[in-house]
T-cell receptor, first 113, second 112 residues
């Protein structure tokens, strides 16, 4: 499967723990995006990264959330000290360039107990 | 900030009927995209539009980029049961490359 791969598909955390969500882009894509989706809503942009650089983080909460896309390996969305309101589906997308169509993975469903 | 309105919120149609949905934005987009999302999965790209007035088809799907660059519509002709799902429009503006703004979605239910 040459599509965008996200893992885990489901993640359960207790309040105060850390959540790490991983995303491997499609082969040949060096642009990665993270979105959050609440039930019965559209996706909300969080952050746009290109290898080792954050291009646009205007949708990221100011605290507890961070993202990286290292030279080697997958992109990571990290949520520290999770709270109930962090429960959502988090989707990663990738593209060949910033103005090219974004292709999405199947998401990580994060549940906070 | 930008507002993107998608309508209708839901549609209940019979198999064989045509479906039409649209999105309007408070500001100009230079790219419109249409996605379909099935339960438990990620959005799948259906059609991408890059020029005002552009009309593009993908099988039974047809989408248009509005002349004002502030709207787009998607038509599905002769619907079949597998057309069930949530359809999202998404727009991208030149002052925020990479940042897609999504509509709230149109849920399509097809009855035999």
């Amino acid at each position: 499967n040459a599509g965008v791969m996200q893992n885990p598909r489901h993640l359960v955390r207790r309040r105060g723990q850390e959540a790490r969500l991983r995303c491997s882009p499609m082969k040949g894509h060096s642009h990665v995006y993270w979105y959050r989706q609440l039930p019965e809503e559209g996706l909300k942009f969080m952050v746009y990264l290109q290898k080792e650089n954050i291009i646009d983080e205007s949708g990221m909460p100011k605290e507890r959330f961070s993202a990286e896309f290292p030279k080697e390996g997958p992109s990571i969305l990290r949520i520290q000290q999770v709270v109930r309101g962090d429960s959502a589906a988090y989707f990663c997308a990738s593209s060949f360039a910033g103005n090219q169509p974004q292709h999405f993975g199947d998401g990580t469903r994060l549940s906070i107990l | 900030g930008q507002q993107l309105n998608q309508s209708p919120q839901s549609m209940f149609i019979q198999e064989g009927e045509d479906v039409s949905m649209n999105c309007t934005s408070s500001s100009i987009f230079n790219t419109w995209l249409w996605y379909k999302q099935d339960p438990g999965e990620g959005p799948v790209l259906l059609i991408a539009l890059y020029k005002a007035g552009e009309l593009t088809s993908n099988g039974r799907l047809t989408a248009q980029f509005g002349i004002t660059r502030k709207d787009s519509f998607l038509n599905i002709s002769a619907s079949i049961p597998s057309d069930v799902g949530i359809y999202f429009c998404a727009g991208q503006s030149t002052d925020s490359w990479g940042k897609l703004q999504f509509g709230a979605g149109t849920q399509v239910v097809v009855t035999p």
